[in-house]
Every structure is written in structure tokens, then in C-alpha cells.
């Protein structure tokens, strides 16, 4: 009786009073059992917690990310899964070491918190000195070259809040934090001090990838600092010189070998076609890489736990990958695109969770030009299904790691969860198991199942 009432409402939703048909209420019916079995018995955020806690920060090629790919591949291996095995790749790798950033305005220390950039050079210990000189935009170093010299610039254009999507702002805004040491450097600047790329005001500082071009003339390090000091450190350079003294040991260290894990079961009908689902194992190094991106690696793999659960027997092949080295380097994505594009495969549809573990609100996709309208209308055909569950589909970015995929002319999915909260945690030591809510992590990966379900029984 009760599974009547549910689906005579979720077709009454989704269809109005007309439009039902045999292969609609079994999907309906089933979508309804991903979510129970989800929300009622997935081990999904016990994984995220034990890898949190056991293998801790993941920074490719550190002892912590091996720790933490065993653990998982673990966790797969418990499972029945036709093959599991590595894609290797060479990772580069990064010692932070310890660094003191020391701001004087008039004789008066001003405090600060602060943290290197990912890949930053350090100063090998010794102190280096210079006025600070605020800039905004790259774009605007070239007009001052004239008063960089053994300054410390300090990039300081915040996050735009008025975008409602913080992915878009954190898009406008990161240009400052990748390329801004190498810009600066170019101008004789001796070391660049970032605004940290967070959506509201506060003290936490962010780390994140900083490249040095092949250009780059001089490799000077650089720092983030938090809003608040960025605030702070502003008012002070409007009412006159700030000095900055900086020391850092952060070093990069040679590139070693690492991996990604992929765990497939092969399809009953279509087993050429693949379904991917996916997530980025590497972290940064001052968190626990709970949200960034064990979130997506549990996600992933409760997919593939619900549908054995459910005890589905898949058409198409499906694929749990666990990418390493997105972080800093991409060479993770890359080589599982090169080892696939060997082999002569086809990814259907690749599904990246790699936006936080929080309350999911639907997906975006992407793909070659050449077939994304179609696939695109194909997709949308699902909607009034996911609608009963708050889902859209639509037009967007799909996933780092999944995007070397592209010119295999599969459609490229991101998973979308409520962005608003993901920068007061991405790329900081606050990253961490407490800030993941475990009802909100299933229903990410509920979503997730329910969609690849749908792509395995319809195709696109
Ligand atoms: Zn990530």
C-alpha cells in the first residue's frame, strides 16, 4: 500500500495525470529504493571519516595519500566489483615546511594569518624584505613596472559576493592566486602575498596551487593571507607604508610515482559503453581533504554500494575512479585519459563529485560540440524523475579530472551541491570530517546512483 501511495505521487508530480508508462513507474519505484537504501544504511560517511581521521591530509606523494588509497581500495575490495586495478603516474611533489610572515606599519606589528601557496618556492630560510605594493588585476603589473622592484605585492581583489554561484566568483578571482608569483616576479617584485579565496570575511587563510610559468623570470614565493588581514592590511596601506619580512623553507621536492584506483563491473548488454563515476583522492595538506574531495571519493563508491544493494545487474559498464594529483597537477585525469584513449574506450558519461559534500541541487554537463545538444535533450528526458528530489540538469562545468575525457564525445557531469559554504572550508586546515554533514553527504551520492541508473537503463 505504502509503495502505491509513493508512486502514484511521484508520477502525479512528475507527469500531471497523463504520461505514465510501464519503464516510468519502475523508475520511479526505483529511484525511491536508491534513496532508502542511501539514506538509511550507506557506510559512505563512515568511510569519509576514517579516511579523515587514519590517512588525514593527502598531498600526492606523501606517505598520507598512499595511506589513504589503500584504505579505500580496501573498502572496493569488500565489494563485488569484476576488476579493480591502478593507473599509474609520475605525481610532483611539495614540502611546505614552516614560514613566518612578519607585517610593520610605523614602527607597530601587524598580525596576520597566513599559509604558504601549493608549489610556492620558499626564501630558503633566509628573511626577505620589502615595502608591500597592493594591485588588483594581473593585468595591471605591466602599467606599474616601474614601482615593483623588491617590492612584496599583494593581490588583493576579493571574491565577487554578489554572484550567487561562489564557483563563479572563485573563477574570477584565482587568476591572482596561480599566476600571481609568476607575474609579479617578472617586474622584479620579491615575493606576492594573496587574498585568500573565501566568500566571506574571516580568519582563515586558504592554500591552493601557484604555477610558475615556463616565462617566469624569477620564482618568488607566495602567501595567502586571510580576508580579515586582507582587510586589515588594506586600511593600513591607505594610511601609509606597510613593510613585510618573510621566511619560508617550502621547497618542491622530485616527482615519485603514484596512482589512480579504478573498480569496474563490466555491463550485460552494452559493456563497451562505459559509465564513470569519480572523484579526486589527493587533498591539500593542511586539512583533512573532507569536503576537497574524500566527499566525491565516498560519493563514488556508494553508487556502486547501492546498486549491489539493490542487487541491480547494470547493462552498461560501470566504473568507480578515485583520480589522484588533482590538486597540483592533473596528472591523475590525464593519465586515466591516455590509458582509456589507448584502449580505444568510450565513456558514455563520466560524473564527477568534486563541489563539496553538501546538500545536492542537481548536475551540470559538458561535452564535445558535436554531440552535447543531443546528449543534452537526451539527458533532460530524466528531469521529471530527479524533480521529486529537489534535481535539475543543466549546461555547465563537469569535473577537473573527468574533462580529459572530452574527446571521447561521452557527456561530461558535475555533481552540484549547495555551493554557499564550500569556500569558508576549500583548501584550509578547516576542511575537515565536523564540516560535513553525513545526511547531506548520502544525498549527493543518492543523486549520483540515481543518475547513473537512469543513463544505464536509457542510454543518452
Ligand atoms: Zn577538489
Same mark, same amino acid.
Given at each position: 500500500?505504502?509503495?502505491?501511495?509513493?508512486?502514484?505521487?511521484?508520477?502525479?508530480?512528475?507527469?500531471?495525470?497523463?504520461?505514465?508508462?510501464?519503464?516510468?513507474?519502475?523508475?520511479?519505484?526505483?529511484?525511491?529504493?536508491?534513496?532508502?537504501?542511501?539514506?538509511?544504511?550507506?557506510?559512505?560517511?563512515?568511510?569519509?571519516?576514517?579516511?579523515?581521521?587514519?590517512?588525514?591530509?593527502?598531498?600526492?606523494?606523501?606517505?598520507?595519500?598512499?595511506?589513504?588509497?589503500?584504505?579505500?581500495?580496501?573498502?572496493?575490495?569488500?565489494?563485488?566489483?569484476?576488476?579493480?586495478?591502478?593507473?599509474?603516474?609520475?605525481?610532483?611533489?611539495?614540502?611546505?615546511?614552516?614560514?613566518?610572515?612578519?607585517?610593520?606599519?610605523?614602527?607597530?606589528?601587524?598580525?596576520?594569518?597566513?599559509?604558504?601557496?601549493?608549489?610556492?618556492?620558499?626564501?630558503?630560510?633566509?628573511?626577505?624584505?620589502?615595502?608591500?605594493?597592493?594591485?588588483?588585476?594581473?593585468?595591471?603589473?605591466?602599467?606599474?613596472?616601474?614601482?615593483?622592484?623588491?617590492?612584496?605585492?599583494?593581490?588583493?581583489?576579493?571574491?565577487?559576493?554578489?554572484?550567487?554561484?561562489?564557483?563563479?566568483?572563485?573563477?574570477?578571482?584565482?587568476?591572482?592566486?596561480?599566476?600571481?608569483?609568476?607575474?609579479?616576479?617578472?617586474?622584479?617584485?620579491?615575493?606576492?602575498?594573496?587574498?585568500?579565496?573565501?566568500?566571506?570575511?574571516?580568519?582563515?587563510?586558504?592554500?591552493?596551487?601557484?604555477?610558475?610559468?615556463?616565462?617566469?623570470?624569477?620564482?618568488?614565493?607566495?602567501?595567502?593571507?586571510?580576508?580579515?588581514?586582507?582587510?586589515?592590511?588594506?586600511?593600513?596601506?591607505?594610511?601609509?607604508?606597510?613593510?613585510?619580512?618573510?621566511?619560508?623553507?617550502?621547497?618542491?621536492?622530485?616527482?615519485?610515482?603514484?596512482?589512480?584506483?579504478?573498480?569496474?563491473?563490466?555491463?550485460?548488454?552494452?559493456?563497451?559503453?562505459?559509465?564513470?563515476?569519480?572523484?579526486?583522492?589527493?587533498?591539500?595538506?593542511?586539512?583533512?581533504?573532507?569536503?576537497?574531495?574524500?566527499?566525491?571519493?565516498?560519493?563514488?563508491?556508494?553508487?556502486? !554500494?547501492?546498486?549491489?544493494?539493490?542487487?541491480?545487474?547494470?547493462?552498461?559498464?560501470?566504473?568507480?575512479?578515485?583520480?589522484?594529483?588533482?590538486?597540483?597537477?592533473?596528472?591523475?585525469?590525464?593519465?586515466?585519459?591516455?590509458?582509456?584513449?589507448?584502449?580505444?574506450?568510450?565513456?558514455?558519461?563520466?560524473?564527477?563529485?568534486?563541489?563539496?559534500?553538501?546538500?545536492?541541487?542537481?548536475?551540470?554537463?559538458?561535452?564535445? !560540440?558535436?554531440?552535447?545538444?543531443?546528449?543534452?535533450?537526451?539527458?533532460?528526458?530524466?528531469?521529471?524523475?530527479?524533480?521529486?528530489?529537489?534535481?535539475?540538469?543543466?549546461?555547465?562545468?563537469?569535473?577537473?579530472?573527468?574533462?580529459?575525457?572530452?574527446?571521447?564525445?561521452?557527456?561530461?557531469?558535475?555533481?552540484?551541491?549547495?555551493?554557499?559554504?564550500?569556500?569558508?572550508?576549500?583548501?584550509?586546515? !578547516?576542511?575537515?570530517?565536523?564540516?560535513?554533514?553525513?545526511?547531506?553527504?548520502?544525498?549527493?551520492?543518492?543523486?549520483?546512483?540515481?543518475?547513473?541508473?537512469?543513463?544505464?537503463?536509457?542510454?543518452?
Amino acid at each position: 500500500m505504502q509503495r502505491f501511495l509513493i508512486l502514484l505521487i511521484l508520477t502525479l508530480l512528475s507527469f500531471g495525470m497523463t504520461g505514465q508508462s510501464e519503464s516510468t513507474d519502475q523508475d520511479a519505484f526505483f529511484l525511491k529504493d536508491i534513496y532508502t537504501q542511501s539514506l538509511s544504511k550507506s557506510k559512505a560517511y563512515h568511510w569519509l571519516d576514517t579516511l579523515c581521521r587514519t590517512a588525514g591530509p593527502r598531498l600526492s606523494g606523501s606517505q598520507a595519500s598512499y595511506d589513504g588509497l589503500a584504505y579505500l581500495e580496501a573498502v572496493l575490495s569488500d565489494m563485488a566489483f569484476d576488476t579493480i586495478f591502478h593507473v599509474d603516474c609520475m605525481v610532483p611533489r611539495w614540502h611546505r615546511g614552516s614560514h613566518t610572515l612578519d607585517l610593520e606599519h610605523k614602527g607597530k606589528a601587524i598580525p596576520t594569518r597566513s599559509t604558504m601557496l601549493g608549489n610556492s618556492l620558499g626564501t630558503g630560510g633566509s628573511l626577505v624584505t620589502g615595502d608591500i605594493i597592493e594591485v588588483l588585476e594581473l593585468d595591471s603589473l605591466a602599467g606599474m613596472a616601474d614601482q615593483l622592484k623588491d617590492k612584496v605585492v599583494f593581490f588583493n581583489r576579493p571574491m565577487d559576493p554578489s554572484l550567487v554561484r561562489t564557483f563563479h566568483a572563485y573563477g574570477r578571482a584565482v587568476d591572482q592566486r596561480v599566476f600571481g608569483p609568476s607575474r609579479a616576479g617578472k617586474y622584479g617584485a620579491k615575493a606576492v602575498i594573496v587574498r585568500s579565496m573565501a566568500s566571506q570575511i574571516d580568519t582563515i587563510p586558504h592554500t591552493g596551487v601557484t604555477v610558475y610559468e615556463e616565462d617566469a623570470i624569477a620564482k618568488i614565493p607566495g602567501i595567502a593571507i586571510s580576508t580579515y588581514d586582507a582587510e586589515v592590511l588594506s586600511d593600513y596601506l591607505d594610511n601609509g607604508s606597510v613593510q613585510a619580512t618573510i621566511s619560508s623553507t617550502s621547497t618542491p621536492l622530485p616527482d615519485t610515482s603514484s596512482y589512480s584506483i579504478v573498480a569496474e563491473i563490466k555491463g550485460s548488454e552494452y559493456p563497451d559503453e562505459i559509465i564513470l563515476v569519480g572523484g579526486h583522492i589527493d587533498s591539500w595538506d593542511i586539512g583533512q581533504g573532507a569536503h576537497d574531495d574524500g566527499a566525491g571519493c565516498v560519493q563514488s563508491i556508494q553508487v556502486i !554500494e547501492t546498486l549491489l544493494a539493490l542487487d541491480y545487474k547494470p547493462k552498461r559498464t560501470i566504473r568507480c575512479v578515485l583520480f589522484i594529483n588533482e590538486e597540483n597537477g592533473l596528472n591523475g585525469g590525464k593519465s586515466y585519459a591516455e590509458y582509456s584513449n589507448a584502449n580505444g574506450e568510450y565513456h558514455l558519461a563520466a560524473i564527477e563529485s568534486d563541489a563539496g559534500g553538501f546538500t545536492p541541487r542537481g548536475f551540470s554537463c559538458t561535452a564535445d !560540440e558535436a554531440v552535447f545538444i543531443d546528449k543534452l535533450r537526451n539527458l533532460k528526458t530524466f528531469e521529471p524523475l530527479l524533480e521529486p528530489y529537489d534535481l535539475y540538469l543543466k549546461k555547465g562545468g563537469a569535473g577537473a579530472d573527468i574533462n580529459p575525457l572530452k574527446s571521447q564525445n561521452g557527456l561530461l557531469i558535475g555533481l552540484n551541491p549547495d555551493s554557499q559554504r564550500y569556500f569558508d572550508y576549500h583548501h584550509t586546515a !578547516e576542511d575537515k570530517i565536523e564540516h560535513v554533514h553525513p545526511r547531506e553527504l548520502l544525498l549527493g551520492g543518492a543523486a549520483m546512483t540515481s543518475l547513473v541508473y537512469l543513463i544505464d537503463q536509457h542510454g543518452l
